[in-house]
């Protein structure tokens, strides 16, 4: 039971964050509006809290020289370009459509995930990707209120490589654990995001207020650092199908957080094309009983 509610409040803290991001772009706040600075500091601050349990967590293993690398890869590829796009592409979306679109993710961890790991493709699998992209189309092509193509092809490019992460991270969590690789591949990403923060958004920090920086604090110590560890936690104490099963929860919840938060409003096109991204959802981890 501990597990499953860990995992259902990691699940909760995550569809929170589209929604704090959106509010640093809100009037009082400017931290939204630098998302390489947003997606650094989140990760760097998220790195350095957990790097304290997952150096127990490892009890005194250290990483040889090639999974060293193959870390530092995983922080680049999953961090560094994943959370530069997907805080840039928050700034053209509304938080419901971003975290519904992100939601995609686990499709695309499914038909990835034979390039990597003893699985294959399957008819199923292209089926459960053709209908989240024909949901994001529908987003796209009758713009849905506030809703930018620019934004969902950031997010697209984003989830498509969080998924190439996800089953890179796979590969290597048996050898070391989840909250290792998440911490120090964080950390990494994190840094490598700064050059690009400077290049493109110069030093703003020094205009941040109270809000931004209470703002950032909590996107990093608890829609991610707590998130992860709650998520990872659960995930590890219940059954995987019970796991994937938890993703369908993300759009319903950041939803409904929008709409209090916010007074972001369903409108047709994003319950249509909702409605193709989830049945895409259901096809692919919805195992069939055999």
């Not at 860990?6 to 964050?17: C, D, E, K, Q, R």
């Not at 590829?77 to 840039?88: E, K, N, Q």
């Not at 189309?137 to 697209?156: C, I, N, P, Q, T």
């Not at 205009?207 to 995930?235: C, E």
Request: glycine share 10%; charged share 10%.
């Amino acid at each position: 039971m501990r597990g499953l509610l860990a995992l259902l409040a990691g699940i909760v803290l995550f569809s929170t964050i589209e929604v704090a991001s959106k509010l640093m772009q809100a009037e009082g706040a400017v931290a939204g509006h630098y998302p390489f600075w947003l997606a650094a500091l989140r990760f760097i601050i998220t790195g350095l809290v957990l790097c304290i349990p997952a150096a127990h967590a490892l009890r005194g293993k250290a990483f040889d020289r090639r999974d060293a690398a193959a870390l530092a890869g995983l922080g680049l590829l999953g961090v560094t370009l994943m959370s530069s796009l997907y805080h840039l592409s928050i700034t053209f979306l509304p938080a419901n459509v971003a975290a519904l679109v992100f939601s995609c993710n686990p499709v695309f961890v499914v038909l990835f995930a034979p390039l990597v790991l003893p699985e294959k493709i399957t008819a199923r699998k292209l089926g459960a990707v053709a209908l989240c992209l024909i949901g994001i189309a529908v987003l796209a092509y009758e713009r849905a209120d506030g809703v930018s193509a620019l934004g969902l092809l950031l997010m697209l490019v984003a989830i498509i490589i969080f998924a190439l992460y996800t089953v890179l991270f796979k590969k290597m969590t048996p050898r070391y654990g989840a909250l290792p690789i998440t911490a120090f591949a964080g950390l990494i990403g994190g840094l490598c995001i700064l050059p690009l923060a400077f290049g493109f958004e110069g030093f703003p920090l020094a205009t941040y207020g109270q809000a931004d920086w209470l703002g950032i604090a909590y996107l990093a110590l608890v829609g991610t650092a707590l998130g992860y560890f709650l998520f990872i936690y659960g995930i590890g104490h219940v059954e995987a199908g019970i796991g994937s099963m938890a993703f369908f929860l993300k759009p319903f919840l950041a939803a409904l957080f929008a709409m209090i938060v916010l007074g972001e409003t369903l409108t047709v096109p994003l319950l249509i094309g909702g409605a193709f991204i989830l049945i895409g959802m259901v096809v692919a981890l919805v195992r069939r009983p055999k």
